[in-house]
């Protein structure tokens, strides 16, 4: 089955500074989905990305689908204390399963 | 609009046990899918269920078996329970149809087996 691979696995930032994760896969995905988890929550949606090359933007948030449909980013600019959680990469297939990667743990130290 | 609901929110369980675990979709959402995440991962897809038919099951053991009720509700049981099925088991229901496969998930059921 698909799989996707997530780097890095923890980041630490002061806040204000910028954190990327990134989320690459061997096979082409049809689609691209992120969510958030919160320290004690479960995971939230965020976007899904579905076009080569795509580009989505929520306010600090920039989402970010490959050329080739193989690899995608998260950006956050100017990184906040509410931003603190773990941030996941997740394809689904065509019945709706939803294959994750490891995750990104985010620690924004104020 | 109530979210996905999940019952228990925790539970202690003695290896060997069985255990059942209820979940409850947003209203008018008919597919239903049970995760399991181990402390430091991502979930791991267990089952997804359809119109109360079973429609995905990940990698898991026979031990694990779910329903799906006509109130499109569903169940998790895990009989003989291990030391490692100690996790959060999420589950999420998703919009009958179209692109968006967006997946709503509940607030997880705390398994600890000792």
């Known amino acids: 089955g698909q799989q996707v691979m997530q780097i890095p696995q923890y980041q630490h930032v002061q806040e204000g500074e910028d954190f990327t994760t990134y989320c690459n896969s061997s096979?082409?995905?049809?689609?691209i989905q992120w969510y958030k988890q919160r320290p004690g929550g479960h995971p939230v949606f965020l976007i899904q990305?579905?076009?080569?090359?795509e580009v989505k933007k929520q306010k600090r948030l920039t989402f970010q689908f490959g050329e080739a449909k193989k690899n995608s980013s998260l950006h956050i600019t100017a990184t906040q204390t509410t931003d603190v959680g773990t941030y996941f990469c997740?394809?689904?297939?065509?019945?709706?399963?939803?294959?994750f990667g490891s995750g990104t743990q985010l620690t924004v130290l104020p | 609009d109530a979210g996905v609901t999940q019952s228990p929110t925790h539970l202690i369980k003695t290896r060997g046990q069985q255990v059942t675990l209820r979940c409850s979709p947003i209203?008018?959402?008919?597919?239903v899918s049970w995760y399991q995440q181990v402390l430091g991962q991502g979930p791991q897809f267990i089952f997804q269920?359809?119109?109360?038919?079973?429609?995905g099951r990940g990698n898991f053991p026979d031990r694990f078996s779910a329903r799906q009720f006509p109130n499109y509700s569903s169940e998790l049981n895990v009989n003989a329970l291990l030391l490692g099925d100690s996790a959060l088991y999420l589950c999420?229901?998703?919009?009958?149809?179209?692109?968006?496969?967006?997946?709503?998930f509940g607030q997880g059921t705390r398994l600890t087996v000792v």
């Open positions: 997740a394809t689904s297939g065509s019945a709706r399963q939803l294959t």
């Open positions: 096979t082409t995905l049809s689609n």
């Open positions: 990305l579905v076009k080569s090359g």
């Open positions: 209203s008018g959402h008919k597919s």
């Open positions: 269920y359809y119109e109360k038919e079973e429609r």
């Open positions: 999420a229901s998703s919009r009958p149809r179209g692109m968006n496969t967006e997946a709503f």
